[in-house]
């Protein structure tokens, strides 16, 4: 049956792609989905108080990722991180989190931050340096991988590449694992504008490979998050042995992940999250070395993530969520801070054409039905 939506009409797919739960990891690549939080939606709480999350829903969703053989980078930008779920909240996810994936054997790493300081302000280096090293010792206290995210404290406490260095510096050396360093571009987050001491991307690249080449036995990899994939193969030609880039890049991956003759990229994605069976599906079939069969299952998905994260991209959240409303993967459209209302309706519909398409859809009857009930309370009666 025909849907109204606002861009035209459509009929939706009837059957979903064949994608069971239970397959093993992929093993030419290490692949994480970073994972969104399912807001309680009878929470009484407004956009400036502490999230109010549904704890169940949202470990239920970790369970769904690892059942497909992906790992799940916790407590990062798209688990809204600085965007509604502060660093109480985002402890306890990392603490929940770490505890099921330990009862399901499943991959996890966690995002390392300095979210608990104040948001304005200028702190000192130390105070900086402190927020980071109770963050990684909390991870560490639970047994996963620690994820260093880049930091908006930093880039206030900063006064050029030399802070940086000193401050990563001080943090490798405490780490008692190898640890993820992720650079997040400003189109993600504006507050990180000039990140390693310079908004020339070419010296700020300098610097953070320089962090890197002083510390390659605590660095495991690196995620590269500017949509530049040009960039993210420069870099990955510079890392010393054995650290691995993880693209974190929402508009190239696929390319980026079949790599070259002279390499590859692994994964930590945002849109893994809606993508999640698919993508470790065409990552199993990579493993078999069949390139043309992972780009012919990956390359039909970039339409639909370049239309989440287009501009402001930091707003892909909304659509990452929606997506896994109409899944099934939660029961209601609400997000913590109230960011549901950070897309338009027209953005959301076509969302829903993309991924319904695509087959991603485990249950197209009740996705249309949730398509057609958003649009009724938008008032689109047709």
């Not at 169940?56 to 916790?74: D, I, P, Q």
Request: one cysteine or more; charged letters at 20%.
């Amino acid at each position: 049956m025909t849907i109204h939506l606002p861009q035209g009409p459509y009929t939706p797919r009837a059957t979903p792609l064949d994608l069971a739960p239970g397959a093993a990891a992929p093993t030419s690549r290490t692949v994480f989905s970073a994972a969104h939080v399912v807001a309680d939606p009878y929470a009484d709480s407004g956009p400036d108080d502490p999230a109010a999350v549904d704890w169940e829903s949202t470990l239920a969703f970790r369970r769904h990722l690892w059942a497909h053989g992906l790992g799940v980078a916790e407590a990062m930008d798209t688990a809204q991180r600085g965007m509604g779920l502060d660093w109480a909240g985002a402890a306890e996810l990392i603490r929940r989190s770490a505890a099921e994936a330990k009862t399901v054997g499943g991959q996890i790493a966690c995002g390392v931050g300095t979210d608990q300081l104040p948001a304005g302000g200028t702190p000192t280096l130390a105070e900086v340096t402190a927020a980071y090293e109770e963050q990684l010792a909390l991870a560490e206290e639970n047994g996963v991988q620690p994820i260093l995210m880049a930091s908006r404290a930093l880039v206030r406490a900063a006064r050029g590449p030399e802070d940086y260095l000193a401050t990563y510096a001080h943090l490798l050396r405490q780490a008692s694992e190898p640890v993820i360093l992720h650079w997040l571009g400003p189109m993600f987050d504006p507050a990180l504008e000039g990140y390693w001491g310079s908004a020339d991307l070419d010296d700020a690249t300098d610097t953070f490979l320089k962090v890197i080449a002083e510390h390659p036995d605590k660095v495991d990899g690196v995620k590269i998050s500017l949509l530049d994939a040009a960039r993210e193969i420069d870099v990955r030609r510079r890392l010393p042995g054995g650290v691995r880039c993880y693209t974190g890049d929402d508009f190239n991956y696929p390319e980026l992940i079949a790599g070259d003759e002279r390499g590859f990229s692994h994964a930590l994605l945002g849109i893994f999250d809606p993508l999640g069976p698919l993508a470790a599906h065409a990552v199993r079939v990579l493993d078999t070395g069949d390139v043309d069969g992972f780009r012919a299952l990956l390359d039909p998905t970039v339409e639909l993530s370049r239309h989440l994260f287009r501009s402001p991209t930091r707003f892909y959240k909304t659509g990452v969520v929606f997506l896994a409303w109409l899944s099934g993967h939660q029961d209601h459209f609400t997000m913590v801070g109230g960011l549901q209302s950070a897309r338009s309706l027209p953005h959301l519909a076509k969302a829903y054409e993309l991924a319904d398409r695509l087959g991603l859809f485990p249950d197209p009857d009740l996705a249309e039905h949730r398509m057609r009930s958003l649009l009724t309370v938008h008032g689109g009666t047709r």
